[in-house]
């Protein structure tokens, strides 16, 4: 079952549509060109986590791309909208996952009017079977270097654009070679991010817990669960720590995860054919701080 709410202006809360119908003008400028942003959620028990985080973010990619957006709570009513339909239809149950999608494009090619709307669905089995039992990763060079989003910003490194052709075809690249995902690097050896996630590495020396990412400057998308997560960590007696990282680093840390607002924390069990050494007791440690996130 798929929800779909549009956010328009003749409809406070968002007009319902039916998802088993085409919704979207061939000429839409996010179908023809990519030209639009997106932000996925993760609701619980009909509730969306992390809202403002991700309204925020998807703020800041329609900045980067000048493109117009809704207001805030034109989206949150919507998002309530889109799970209550979602919910009267369907069995759900509090420990339901629900993926909640919400895209805007610049519209219909000559119009001035944008296209948003909020898309609610179940979360995919082979994204909690990932969660619970781990990915192989092959390490891919972006093609970039490390700081190409200061030199280039029109190439909207830092945005979550509808653009991902290139994120998806590195995972079938992956997936044809025996892995289940990707972590990118730059092309003067630094570590970046996954097509759908942030990497974390954690590090325990003389009893002392450091979780560390790369840094933002190097031109990833800030990750709302990373940094979701790192306040809570922070309060549980972790230090905390962003790059420059290289591949090495990865090989030499205490445990290496992708987390993501869908697929949570999700252990990387080896890297490019090696096995890493990520002790379950840290996954659980960080599963159940990523579980306090709201």
Same mark, same amino acid.
């Given at each position: 079952?798929?929800?779909?709410?549009?956010?328009?202006?003749?409809?406070?809360?968002?007009?319902?549509?039916?998802?088993?119908?085409?919704?979207?003008?061939?000429?839409?400028?996010?179908?023809?060109?990519?030209?639009?942003?997106?932000?996925?959620?993760?609701?619980?028990?009909?509730?969306?986590?992390?809202?403002?985080?991700?309204?925020?973010?998807?703020?800041?990619?329609?900045?980067?791309?000048?493109?117009?957006?809704?207001?805030?709570?034109?989206?949150?009513?919507?998002?309530?909208?889109?799970?209550?339909?979602?919910?009267?239809?369907?069995?759900?149950?509090?420990?339901?996952?629900?993926?909640?999608?919400?895209?805007?494009?610049?519209?219909?090619?000559?119009?001035?009017?944008?296209?948003?709307?909020?898309?609610?669905?179940?979360?995919?089995?082979?994204?909690?079977?990932?969660?619970?039992?781990?990915?192989?990763?092959?390490?891919?060079?972006?093609?970039?270097?490390?700081?190409?989003?200061?030199?280039?910003?029109?190439?909207?490194?830092?945005?979550?654009?509808?653009?991902?052709?290139?994120?998806?075809?590195?995972?079938?690249?992956?997936?044809?070679?025996?892995?289940?995902?990707?972590?990118?690097?730059?092309?003067?050896?630094?570590?970046?991010?996954?097509?759908?996630?942030?990497?974390?590495?954690?590090?325990?020396?003389?009893? $002392?817990?450091? /979780?560390?990412?790369? #840094? @933002?400057?190097?031109?990833?998308?800030?990750?709302?669960?990373? *940094? +979701? !997560?790192?306040?809570?960590?922070?309060?549980?007696?972790?230090?905390?720590?962003?790059?420059?990282?290289?591949?090495?680093?990865?090989?030499?840390?205490?445990?290496?995860?992708?987390?993501?607002?869908?697929?949570?924390?999700?252990? $990387?069990?080896? /890297?490019?054919?090696? #096995? @890493?050494?990520?002790?379950?007791?840290?996954?659980?440690?960080? *599963? +159940? !701080?990523?579980?306090?996130?709201?």
């Amino acid at each position: 079952m798929t929800v779909l709410v549009f956010l328009d202006p003749a409809y406070d809360d968002g007009r319902v549509a039916d998802a088993t119908q085409p919704q979207i003008m061939a000429t839409d400028l996010g179908a023809t060109r990519g030209d639009g942003i997106f932000e996925s959620l993760l609701a619980l028990n009909g509730e969306a986590r992390k809202v403002q985080a991700h309204l925020d973010r998807l703020a800041s990619s329609a900045r980067a791309l000048d493109l117009d957006l809704p207001p805030q709570e034109a989206w949150r009513r919507a998002i309530a909208t889109a799970l209550d339909e979602y919910t009267a239809g369907a069995d759900v149950l509090p420990e339901t996952e629900l993926t909640v999608k919400l895209v805007v494009t610049r519209g219909v090619e000559g119009a001035t009017t944008p296209t948003a709307w909020v898309q609610v669905a179940p979360v995919p089995e082979k994204t909690r079977r990932q969660r619970r039992d781990g990915l192989a990763v092959l390490l891919l060079d972006r093609g970039y270097d490390s700081t190409v989003a200061q030199r280039a910003p029109w190439l909207l490194m830092g945005a979550k654009t509808l653009s991902y052709a290139v994120n998806m075809a590195a995972v079938r690249y992956a997936q044809a070679h025996g892995a289940d995902d990707v972590i990118f690097t730059s092309s003067d050896g630094k570590v970046l991010e996954g097509p759908t996630s942030t990497v974390l590495l954690a590090r325990v020396r003389d009893g $002392v817990k450091t /979780l560390l990412t790369p #840094q @933002l400057e190097s031109g990833i998308l800030p990750g709302t669960s990373q *940094s +979701a !997560l790192f306040e809570v960590a922070k309060s549980a007696g972790w230090e905390l720590g962003y790059g420059p990282l290289v591949p090495a680093e990865l090989y030499d840390a205490d445990g290496v995860w992708l987390i993501s607002s869908i697929r949570l924390l999700a252990p $990387v069990n080896s /890297l490019d054919g090696q #096995q @890493l050494p990520t002790p379950p007791e840290l996954t659980e440690e960080l *599963s +159940a !701080l990523v579980a306090k996130i709201s």
